[in-house]
């Protein structure tokens, strides 16, 4: 059961890089989500997919981009990495079009660290 | 804006102790849900209980209940006779604004359960 994939787990990067993190999920969910988590801040949200093919942006969205490619797959780009962007960050999906009446699963975490 | 707080940072209790995790939150709507999830050092983060705000009966799963207070807009969660896997970061979530498809998360209490 491999539920919610994301690649890389973890990545250094210097200020300037680009990098886009990964995200696959085998559970023909229709919505898919990115978040970050800082201390003592939660999780915020930086971009979501409601369905294939439609793409919205969340609390935080600035530096970042996102592709959703197909129905199982959903990337989160880093064009221009800063420091501000060292972050833990999830990948998310849920069945239901609206994730704040349905169950979210998460993935394992990517922990990404800009210098 | 909507928000969610949890007022205590940490936590800790012995084995086989009741502890409560208290979550305030504001909203406008009158009819949503709001969720508990439980982060294991792992990091991978799953749902714990998930309460509907049109229900007067608090849910229910296992050794976790939550106190749903509406009116205080209050949603605490009870952990009975703890265990050492229950040693984790919890978050309350609940939905944004009126029509938004995301959870709006609170900051979190690192919860742990001392043998």
């Known amino acids: 059961n491999a539920g919610v994939t994301q690649t890389p787990k973890f990545q250094v990067l210097k200020t300037g890089q680009s990098m886009t993190l990964q995200c696959a999920q085998d559970m023909n969910h229709n919505s898919m989500y990115w978040y970050r988590q800082d201390p003592g801040m939660g999780l915020r949200l930086i971009y979501y997919?409601?369905?294939?093919?439609?793409?919205d942006k969340g609390e935080v969205p600035n530096g970042y981009n996102v592709s959703r490619l197909n129905k199982r797959e959903f990337s989160l780009r880093l064009e221009s990495a800063a420091p501000s962007q060292t972050s833990v960050y999830f990948c998310?999906?849920?069945?239901?079009?609206?994730?704040?009446?349905?169950?979210?699963?998460f993935g394992e975490g990517s922990r990404l660290t800009v210098l | 804006a909507q928000t969610v707080t949890q007022s205590q940072p940490e936590m800790s209790v012995q084995e086989a102790e009741t502890v409560t995790l208290s979550c305030t939150y504001d909203?406008?709507?009158?009819?949503?849900?709001l969720f508990w999830y439980k982060q294991p050092p792992s990091r991978q983060m799953i749902l714990v209980i998930r309460?509907?705000?049109?229900?007067?009966q608090n849910a229910t799963e296992n050794r976790f209940s939550v106190n749903f207070q509406k009116a205080a807009k209050s949603f605490s969660l009870k952990i009975s006779d703890s265990q050492l896997g229950d040693t984790a970061m919890y978050f309350c979530a609940f939905p944004g604004r009126e029509g938004a498809q995301k959870l709006v998360f609170g900051q979190g209490t690192r919860l742990t359960i001392n043998p």
């Open positions: 997919s409601a369905s294939e093919g439609t793409t």
């Open positions: 909203t406008s709507e009158s009819n949503y849900y």
């Open positions: 998310a999906s849920s069945r239901v079009a609206r994730s704040n009446t349905g169950e979210l699963f």
């Open positions: 309460q509907e705000a049109y229900k007067q």
